[in-house]
């Protein structure tokens, strides 16, 4: 009986220690929790840190704790072992604002959550825009200055090919470092993907061979107008010309063929002068796109509208006035362009050159 009764009082002890144990263990990990859930210390409203490439968790802990944004730094790392954010931090800049908890701070360094720039591509852009735009952003690594649109097209492996709207306008969002070329190739290949769903579901009877037909005639209906409503009769204007055989007529196409050589204003001189952009001078579509279309404009070129427009001409205001006929397209120039005023306006008579 007497061994019994010294059993049960060592099974009470043991029994009372393993509390005690987990009394200390549940008051160490509330201690932890109260220490890591604390707002990080801030005298800005923001600052970016850096974690390089092969950062072990004890580096980035250290540093914080020496510029004073955590206290007790070997209590955060026992934190982050025991619940397994120790591991596998991802390389990266990281903002830390007055409310970011170290906990949270822990979690995006394990998932990687890093700051993110963003670089914006604008539908009508030229190719030469979007190169500038991105070497305007000192985040994004410059590889490619200085090389001609051929030597940046075969870097990217796409070699032959002529860049002018090949690119989807967009706005692209990268970390630092991201390079131009990774910026382009994905552009790219949106591009890629849009246009060939769009193209799997096109009208019939459009008169293009290929989808870089049809790329080609949303880039103009991209810069003819900036009315998303328009777009499909702009098209429309276009499919039927090209259909009917009779020249584009267009602006913008001339106005790109002419390069740096135009002065923002253009002359009658200009729509006779031949080039292979000049829709004045030639038939059909040019040879390239002359911007980045977006979605809308590669829609409508392929869903143009089913009207019997064959001409339009700017009101002033943004939109345009829509004709069927050439009679009633004069009347529409006397009205918006020379304000009532019945003179000579075209140097084309000819109603298969005259828009």
Request: charged share 20%; net charge neutral; glycine share 8%.
């Amino acid at each position: 009986m007497q061994i019994f009764s010294r059993l049960g009082g060592l099974r009470r002890k043991l029994v009372g220690l393993i509390a005690l144990f987990l009394l200390m263990l549940i008051g160490a990990g509330l201690y932890l929790q109260s220490i890591t859930s604390a707002n990080m210390t801030l005298s800005t409203p923001e600052i970016i840190i850096e974690v390089e490439k092969g950062a072990t968790l004890t580096r980035v802990i250290s540093q914080l704790g020496q510029k004073g944004l955590i206290q007790h730094p070997r209590l955060v790392l026992w934190y982050a072992r025991l619940t397994g954010k120790a591991h596998n931090i991802k390389s990266g800049e990281y903002a830390i604002t007055p409310t970011t908890s170290t906990q949270q701070f822990l979690h995006d360094l394990s998932v990687g959550k890093v700051v993110l720039y963003g670089v914006t591509f604008v539908e009508g852009w030229t190719f030469q825009q979007m190169l500038d735009e991105m070497t305007a952003q000192p985040q994004i690594m410059h590889t490619l200055q200085g090389q001609s649109p051929a030597k940046i097209m075969e870097q990217l492996g796409l070699a032959g090919l002529h860049p002018e709207g090949r690119f989807f306008p967009d706005t692209y969002r990268y970390q630092r470092n991201t390079s131009d070329h990774e910026i382009l190739l994905t552009a790219y290949q949106v591009m890629i993907g849009i246009l060939q769903k769009e193209w799997a579901a096109r009208d019939g009877g459009l008169p293009y061979h290929e989808p870089y037909d049809a790329l080609i005639m949303a880039s103009i209906v991209e810069k003819e107008t900036g009315l998303a409503a328009e777009r499909p009769e702009i098209a429309g204007v276009f499919v039927r010309r090209l259909q009917q055989r009779m020249r584009l007529q267009s602006d913008p196409t001339t106005i790109y063929g002419m390069g740096a050589s135009f002065d923002g204003n253009l002359r009658r001189k200009d729509l006779e002068r031949d080039n292979p952009y000049n829709t004045y001078r030639r038939f059909g579509l040019p040879p390239t796109p002359i911007a980045c279309p977006g979605r809308e404009a590669i829609h409508a070129a392929l869903h143009p509208d089913d009207s019997e427009n064959l001409y339009f001409v700017a009101r002033g205001d943004g939109s345009h006035q829509f004709s069927a006929n050439l009679e009633a397209h004069n009347e529409a120039v006397i009205h918006y362009q020379l304000k009532g005023h019945r003179r000579p306006f075209s140097s084309f008579q000819d109603k298969h050159t005259n828009r």
